[in-house]
């Protein structure tokens, strides 16, 4: 089989760079190990925060518009604490736009996309379909499937996740560094009214966000070292709800957990190249990053924004230029460095019991808040 371009990964990146080249001409194939995800009324507890950039993205892939909006949460504010007396508060109001983000859980979006794709006529899914062996030519990639089928393709895509085996292929000498904590993860009901705001504490034992979603809802992050996350774990959803409750200082009054609690480990991996001649990476399989921010699905589809504008402006090149694919990496090089700057400047600071910095972080948000332009500058990048 002979593609132009074939993704290795059908998640929320790969399925969106997958849909935006719709209309482009190419020869596509996906290529996805596992199953798509049933729909149901049940809550997913894996929720997203999407910037208005990437919505806008999303419309342009088709999948916006197949979503059922009473599933949608938009987030009007965002209330931002610390260990003492210091807060931030970031408003859309204040800025001039409608919202800062939009919460969704991952269900439902891949859920959209997939109905677009399996519709979308240049594109060739192989699922279920296990990678086996890649090897990198002077005019090709070839790929081979764990059931004999071999792919030849001018540009392989790895949208693949987090432990990319796309990426294990390349001998990137880059590993990620563990951030020795576990983020925790549940869906509640909640007994106040969340209003469309989102709250985050920062404390020297974790970092906790509620984000809101339809109805009197919420959804959990709670990064907290293993230990500790395997002690709430253990908890009954009664005992797991109270704990929630207190360490938000009730700001939402009494909780109810509505989904199992969930941990994976966090960490940060960095990569000094995001491709390879015939190669590109994106998403999770090309950067990872603490969720204190929620951004880290949101870099993922700006990649897929990045890599589908290279290759719809490649003019007489073909998928897999060099050239082309040195452009995407250094377009989005600064975006990633930036993000992963700052989650990681903002975990270590917090996460401390130093009280000098406990002073220094406490005094540094108080002073954020008071600087407007400073202020509404952070949250218009964080529209993008």
């Excluded at 590993?175 to 504490?201: C, D, E, M």
């Excluded at 941990?263 to 998403?283: E, K």
Aim: charged share 20%; net charge neutral; hydrophobic share 45%.
């Amino acid at each position: 089989m002979e593609f132009d371009v074939v993704i290795v990964g059908g998640g929320l990146v790969g399925a969106s760079l997958a849909a935006t080249l719709k209309n482009s001409g190419l020869k596509l194939g996906l290529v996805e190990s596992g199953a798509l995800p049933e729909t149901d009324s049940a809550w997913d507890s894996r929720i997203y925060a999407f910037t208005p950039g990437n919505v806008e993205f999303l419309k342009e892939c088709g999948a916006w518009q197949r979503l059922d909006m009473a599933r949608v949460q938009p987030v009007e504010e965002m209330r931002v604490f610390g260990d003492g007396d210091s807060k931030l508060n970031f408003s859309a109001y204040q800025v001039g736009a409608p919202e800062l983000a939009f919460i969704l859980e991952s269900r439902l979006l891949q859920h959209a996309l997939w109905q677009g794709l399996r519709e979308q006529a240049n594109l060739t899914i192989l699922q279920p379909a296990q990678c086996a062996q890649l090897t990198m030519q002077d005019d090709a990639a070839l790929l081979k499937l764990k059931d004999g089928r071999e792919i030849k393709a001018k540009l392989i895509v790895g949208a693949d996740g987090r432990d990319s085996w796309v990426r294990h292929q390349t001998n990137m000498p880059e590993v990620p560094t563990p951030y020795h904590q576990h983020g925790l993860v549940a869906n509640f009901n909640v007994s106040k009214a969340h209003r469309g705001i989102a709250y985050q504490w920062f404390t020297p034992e974790g970092i906790l966000a509620l984000l809101p979603l339809p109805g009197k809802r919420i959804s959990i992050v709670w990064s907290v070292s293993p230990e500790h996350s395997a002690e709430l774990l253990a908890l009954t959803h009664e005992e797991l709800a109270a704990r929630v409750a207190e360490a938000s200082n009730h700001t939402l009054g009494e909780l109810e957990v509505i989904t199992p609690p969930a941990a994976f480990a966090l960490r940060v991996l960095n990569l000094a190249h995001l491709t390879r001649p015939r190669l590109a990476l994106i998403g999770d399989a090309a950067h990872n990053i603490h969720p204190l921010s929620g951004h880290g699905v949101n870099l993922g589809l700006r990649d897929a924004r990045e890599l589908a504008n290279a290759i719809l402006q490649r003019g007489a090149l073909d998928c897999g230029d060099t050239g082309l694919l040195r452009r995407y990496e250094q377009a989005r090089q600064m975006d990633i460095m930036s993000m992963q700057l700052t989650t990681d400047t903002l975990k270590n600071l917090f996460v401390n019991n130093n009280p000098l910095l406990r002073f220094v972080r406490n005094l540094g948000l108080n002073a954020t808040n008071r600087l407007v332009p400073l202020k509404n500058m952070l949250v218009r990048h964080a529209l993008l």
